[in-house]
């Protein structure tokens, strides 16, 4: 697999909602590939951060 297929996979990666093929094929790809393992750290950190942010609750009147 490619680093930009991989990149796109990441997220859903990141959720575990792949299949096992899947996912062993990323994991192994971001093993040997350090510029999408980076990527990949990036992303972590970023919905991470994500997470933590506070839930809008938006007035009743909308």
Same mark, same amino acid.
């Given at each position: 697999?490619?680093?930009? =297929?991989?990149? =796109?996979?990441?997220?859903?990666?990141?959720?575990?909602? +792949?299949?096992?093929?899947?996912?062993?094929?990323?994991?192994?790809? +971001?093993?040997?590939? =350090?510029?999408?393992?980076?990527?990949?750290?990036?992303?972590?950190?970023? =919905?991470?951060?994500?997470?933590?942010?506070?839930?809008?609750?938006?007035?009743?009147? +909308?």
């Amino acid at each position: 697999m490619n680093c930009e =297929r991989v990149q =796109r996979k990441l997220s859903a990666f990141q959720d575990r909602s +792949l299949g096992p093929e899947a996912s062993s094929v990323i994991a192994e790809h +971001l093993v040997r590939c =350090r510029e999408c393992a980076s990527y990949s750290e990036e992303l972590g950190e970023l =919905r991470s951060r994500l997470r933590e942010l506070p839930r809008f609750v938006p007035p009743a009147r +909308l």
